[in-house]
Structures are given as C-alpha cells and as structure tokens.
C-alpha cells in the first residue's frame, strides 16, 4: 500500500490550493479516504471523509464550507480543493485509508501567511 500526497505550498490567507494522494497497492474504489493535518505543537487532526464510491462526504466544523474532498476512482486519487485559507489551516497534510489497519502517506506541507 502507498500513498502519495502532493500539491501543499505557500499561500497567503484567502488563497486556494488543491491536494492530491496518488494510491496503490490496493483495491481503492472499494475503501473510504480521509484527509488529516497536524499543524506545529498539536495532535493530528481528521479534515474530511470521502466513501468509498464518492457519494457521500463529511468535514470537520473548522473546513465545511472552504474544503472539498473528491476522488476518481479511475486514476486511483483522492483531492482536498481547499478554497478560502487561512492561518489557522497551516500544517501537514495527509491522506489515510483503513483496512485491517491504517494506511499514511508521508504528508504535503500547506502554509498559509497571514
């Protein structure tokens, strides 16, 4: 199982940016993904859940509304459009799935200036 997150960067506070996780090494149409960050000093925190087929998404209280999580399931990737950002929104970003056990990839740095 990999996963490969990237599109993280340097922002400044109402900018946009899009993340991606490239998967392999499993069944991924068949799983739910997740985006998580962990910003500087603070536990790593759930962002937002995509099922598995893509029809059914949440978000924590702090993105709804600025963030979307996607997926096509033909080229094994999952997306995080994140729209509206803020300082609050930087950290590292990554994307996990679960089956017998969790799956990370190595994250994507997001920094959002104020």
């Known amino acids: 199982v990999q996963l490969v997150e990237s599109g993280g960067g340097y922002v400044q506070t109402g900018g946009s940016l899009r993340l991606s996780c490239a998967a392999s090494g499993f069944s991924f149409s068949s799983y739910n993904m997740k985006w998580y960050r962990q910003a500087p000093g603070k536990e790593r925190e759930w962002v937002a859940t995509?099922?598995?087929?893509?029809?059914?998404?949440n978000y924590a209280d702090s993105v709804k509304g600025r963030f979307t999580i996607s997926r096509d399931n033909a080229k094994n990737t999952v997306y995080l459009q994140m729209n509206s950002l803020k300082p609050e929104d930087t950290g590292v970003y990554y994307c996990?799935?679960?089956?017998?056990?969790?799956?990370w990839g190595q994250g994507t740095q997001v920094t959002v200036s104020s």
């Open positions: 996990k799935t679960s089956f017998g056990k969790d799956y």
């Open positions: 995509i099922n598995a087929y893509g029809g059914r998404t």
